[in-house]
Nanobody
Framework: QVQLQESGPGLVKPSQTLSLTCTVS??????????LNWIRQPPGKGLEWMGV???????YYNPSLKSRTSISRDTSKNQFSLQLSSVTPEDTAVYYC???????????WGQGTQVTVSS
């Protein structure tokens, strides 16, 4: 069964870099899925797509976050990661990863992890 799990620090100071990792079980991030996404939800707001890394390793980003966002993958660990630099309290949110299957009209989601930006 496919499972995704976000991990990383729950508290980040302003101006620092937020780093999260998504560990994928039950499928290969190179052969099972064509898109690996990061999405966030600030408190009281809707979901915001941050970016994606495609099956060939090519990243694409939300233009509003592009200058601060980096998504990468580690195929040997079946993981992909998010780095968001120069964070402010407005970056406080629940952060989710998901993966889109090649053969099924299905997107698998992690449970989300709370990240708070505060000094």
């Amino acid at each position: 069964q496919v499972q995704l799990q976000e991990s990383g620090p729950g508290l980040v100071k302003p101006s620092q870099t937020l780093s999260l990792t998504c560990t994928v079980s039950g499928g290969s991030i190179t052969t099972t899925y064509y898109a690996l996404n990061w999405i966030r939800q600030p408190p009281g707001k809707g979901l915001e797509w941050m970016g994606v890394i495609a099956y060939d390793g090519s990243p694409y980003y939300n233009p509003s976050l592009k200058s601060r966002t980096s998504i990468s993958r580690d195929t040997s660990k079946n993981q992909f990661s998010l780095q968001l630099s120069s964070v402010t309290p407005e970056d406080t949110a629940v952060y989710y990863c998901n993966a889109r299957s090649y053969r099924l009209a299905t997107t698998y989601w992690g449970q989300g992890t709370q990240v708070t930006v505060s000094s």
